[in-house]
């Protein structure tokens, strides 16, 4: 059972206590008494036996003392209920119950964090392998590569906290990994627009030299049936040598891409004008 589903259920637990010992009091007989007693009490073994569970994850001396506190408080509860001293045992379990209350009130806030190692491996693995892309494609990765170095070395601390259960210096590793995954979140932004930069330089410039030769050879085939079309995509031709020039190139390729049906009209023309 993990920390934080033992921490949920001993709440509950202590929570279905409540009623019994907000209506336990000194009036009524003595049998009513120590049905409630009786009641309360097996309630809190129930809370005392998943919290021993938790306990051994926790390096806090403060917290185990007041583990120790509750245990003792039960313990006298216990034998004040089996002396038939029914009113002592609620008076003295709920001292206990409050003991165990503060307990999980740590147990919660210093319990085991959520968190998958194995996905932030995942990832750190998926970012190298587009690292090693986007070096070969030629884009400088330096800066990207080092934040990288410095997630993985947060993450060998993470892996060496959870193991030894230090789960407040665990929870100081997330916040730096969380920075610093960031920061390599901004610089992979930054690289991505460069690769789609690339891409776009790329598809440009093959478009303008063979949308330039085939603008020649059309010009030589003197079909009345191609000059519209010959036209058409002339002034597109145009219009993206102009800002491929500009360096422009993402705003060209959108310029070919919104004018695909010019583009397919003018080769489809050009075919039949060849024969």
């Not at 119950?97 to 085991?112: Q, W």
């Not at 590793?173 to 932004?189: A, M, T, V």
């Not at 030769?213 to 597109?236: C, H, Q, T, Y």
Request: proline residues 1%.
């Amino acid at each position: 059972m993990s920390m934080r589903i033992a921490a949920g259920l001993m709440v509950l637990l202590l929570l279905g206590s409540i009623v019994p010992l907000a209506t336990a009091d000194s009036t009524g007989d003595g049998r009513n008494i120590c049905m409630k007693a009786s009641h309360i009490l097996e309630h809190l073994e129930r809370v005392d036996v998943l919290t021993a569970r938790v306990m051994g994850r926790i390096n806090n001396s403060a917290l185990l003392e007041e583990y120790r506190a509750a245990k003792e408080l039960l313990k006298e509860a216990k034998n004040k209920y089996e002396a038939g001293e029914c009113e002592v045992a609620v008076s003295t379990a709920l001292k206990a119950m409050k003991h165990y209350r503060a307990v999980l009130k740590v147990v919660r806030k210093e319990g085991a964090p959520r968190i998958s190692l194995k996905r932030i491996e995942d990832y750190l693995r998926k970012v190298d392998k587009f690292l090693d892309f986007a070096e070969r494609a030629g884009i400088d990765v330096r800066k990207a590569r080092e934040t990288l170095n410095e997630l993985r070395k947060v993450y060998g601390d993470m892996r060496a906290h959870a193991k030894e259960r230090n789960w407040r210096a665990l929870r100081k590793d997330i916040e730096k990994f969380r920075e610093r995954q960031e920061k390599l979140e901004r610089e992979l932004r930054e690289i991505r627009k460069q690769l789609l930069e690339r891409k776009a330089e790329r598809i440009v410039k093959a478009f303008l030299i063979k949308g330039g030769r085939a603008i020649e050879l059309a010009k030589s085939l003197n079909d009345p049936n191609i000059v519209e079309p010959l036209e058409e995509f002339s002034k597109l031709y145009e219009r993206v040598k102009e800002l491929a020039e500009a360096g422009k190139y993402e705003e060209a390729l959108k310029e070919i891409r919104e004018n695909a049906a010019v583009i397919r009209e003018f080769y489809r023309a050009l075919r039949e004008a060849r024969g």
